[in-house]
Each structure stands twice: as C-alpha cells, then as structure tokens.
C-alpha cells in the first residue's frame, strides 16, 4: 500500500492535466507559457537593463595633472624637467580659473596643483643648481 501511494504521486506530477502552467519557452523579454485550457500567457521576466557606459566629460584639470606628473618625473635628470613643467601645470591651472566657471572641489584642485608645483620646485631648483655646478668645474 505505501509503495502505490508515491507511484500515484508520480503520475499525477508528471501529468500535464495536473499543471496548472506548462512552460512553452522564452525570449528576451519574456518567458511563454500555456494554461490547461491551452491560452498561452506571456510572463515579463522584469529583469534590470543595464544601461550603457557613457563616458564621462573630460575634467578641466586633467592636463594639469599630467604635467605634475610629467614634473614630477623631471626630477630625475637633475630636474631639469620640473623647471620647466612644473610652471607649466600651475598657468594652465590659474588659466582655468579665469577662463571657466569651477565648482568648489575643482578650486580646490588648483590650490593643490599650485602647492604641489611650488614643493617640486623647491626641490628641482637645488638639484639643478647642483647639477649645473658640477658642469661648470
């Protein structure tokens, strides 16, 4: 008797008369299935569309950064490079600032650039001076 019960079971699993919904497939946007009576319905999967990348606008310090960076680099060769690059940075910095309207955060950044230019000159000048000296003896 245990054993009839769970074969029953099965069958009437397994039966389609017993489905209320029989899955049909699925596209995209929606998975089909049809009822007993043989109405197909289409169910929305509402999955979240991932929205493309859009890139961002370039940011206006963006290049003075660079030229920190190229400065920075410059200290190498008796920082020569910084002399001439670190200037550079803090001009296109203050150009900025006189030619386009800076939220709060960018003003920032150029106080930034300015006092990293300033410390790297502070550095490049000595080592240059060091360095043209030794040429000249």
């Known amino acids: 008797m245990q054993n ?13 008369r017993s489905l209320i919904l029989r899955y049909e497939g699925e596209d995209d946007q929606s ?9 197909r319905l ?8 991932p929205k493309p990348f859009v890139d961002k606008p370039p ?5 003075a950064f660079r030229l920190l ?5 410059g200290l190498a060769p008796a920082g020569l490079g910084t002399i001439v690059l670190a200037p550079l940075a803090v001009l296109w910095s203050l ?14 950044r150029v106080v930034a650039v300015c006092a990293i230019a300033v410390v790297l000159l502070a550095l ?7 360095f043209l000296a030794r040429l000249s003896s």
């Not at 940011?59 to 290049?63: E, I, K, M």
């Open 124 to 130: 490049a000048i000595p080592l240059s001076e060091l």
């Open 42 to 49: 289409t169910i929305p999967k509402n999955r979240s569309v």
């Open 31 to 39: 998975y089909i299935v049809s009822r007993t009576n043989g109405a």
């Open 59 to 63: 940011q206006p310090l963006s290049p």
């Open 69 to 73: 960076v190229a400065a920075f680099i």
């Open 4 to 16: 009839v019960l769970p074969q029953n079971m099965d069958n009437l699993l397994t039966s389609d």
């Open 95 to 108: 150009a900025m600032v006189f030619t386009r309207p800076l939220n709060r955060s960018d003003r920032k």
